[in-house]
């Protein structure tokens, strides 16, 4: 499918967009429920209905602190065919959460293609066949999260009329705005919940460690590492090792993963 680039306009509207993110910030878990009515009714006053997903590799819905399920109770995603939120298959085939992997900017999408700020070739490659059976909705704006330690976040705005396909003009309107008070909700959402540390704290690898696990990162071996940066193999795996003490990991495989999560290996074509 071909990507058609589009431009977002200046957040305008009723209230401040300082307002409109403090009534989305979450601090604690008490803050949440009221934080996702102020964003449900954000997007309806735009005439959208909003879906929100944390984390599209945890199967666990997103809740308050009473234990309310927010896309039910409050985003009212509650008729037979759309509690999409039950559907834990939904980041395998939907192509919504699928293009949050490769995207990290607010974007809509129909059966048509997908309508993006910049050209994105991966998106192109994304099916877009039966779309309204995969995706639950003809057409969505659709906002990435990309949070730190690799989690994704995706969340969606659905037209009111269900049978809308073209929201050009909603996504020029409103798309920047609904990117700003979607991220400031789901960050707040996942750091109130947070409850223990994937990775030690301020963890600093060095510059040799880094270049060793990058290399390790792309398949190569203790001993092709020590004949590319001509360096003993010895030297190779104590850089590795002493970087998998820094990470707490278990094993080679586990460093190279946290390391990623961190950003030290960044993106490798």
């Known amino acids: ?57 945890s199967k666990e819905p997103m809740v308050d602190a009473d234990g309310t399920i927010l896309n039910a109770d409050i985003f009212r995603w509650l008729d037979d065919g759309a509690r999409w939120w039950e559907d834990h298959r939904l980041a395998l ?37 039966d779309f309204e059976r995969r995706a639950l909705c003809k057409a969505a704006i659709v906002i990435p999260v ?4 690799g989690q994704i976040s995706a969340s969606s705005f659905i037209s009111m009329d269900k049978e809308k396909e073209d929201l050009s003009a909603e996504f020029a309107e409103y798309g920047a705005l609904f990117a700003m008070v979607t991220r400031c909700f789901v960050a707040g959402y996942v750091q109130a919940n ?3 540390r994937r990775i030690p704290s301020d963890c600093v690898l060095s510059k ?32 590795i090792h002493r970087a998998g003490e820094k990470l707490d990991s278990v094993n080679r495989a586990q460093t190279i993963f946290k390391a990623g999560q961190l950003g030290y290996l960044g993106a490798s074509d």
């Not at 102020?38 to 309806?44: E, G, T, V």
């Open 146 to 149: 990309h949070l730190p330690f």
């Open 208 to 239: 040799r460690e880094v270049e060793c696990l990058r290399w390790a990162a792309i398949g190569k071996t203790d001993k092709e590492i020590s004949m590319i940066l001509s360096r003993s193999h010895a030297t190779i795996r104590y850089h």
């Open 93 to 129: 085939h939907s192509p919504l959460p699928r293009a949050c992997r490769y995207e990290s900017e607010p974007f809509w999408v129909s059966r048509h293609g997908f309508n993006t700020r910049w050209r994105n070739h991966y998106l192109a490659e994304i099916e877009l066949n």
């Open 194 to 196: 947070r409850t223990k």
């Open 1 to 57: 499918m071909a990507t058609n680039v589009v431009e977002l306009r200046t957040p305008q509207g009723r209230e401040s967009l300082d307002l409109l993110l403090e009534q989305v910030t979450i601090t604690c878990t008490e803050d949440i429920h009221d934080a996702a009515v102020n964003l449900a009714r954000i997007a309806q006053e735009r005439g959208m209905q909003i879906a929100v997903c944390d984390d599209i590799s």
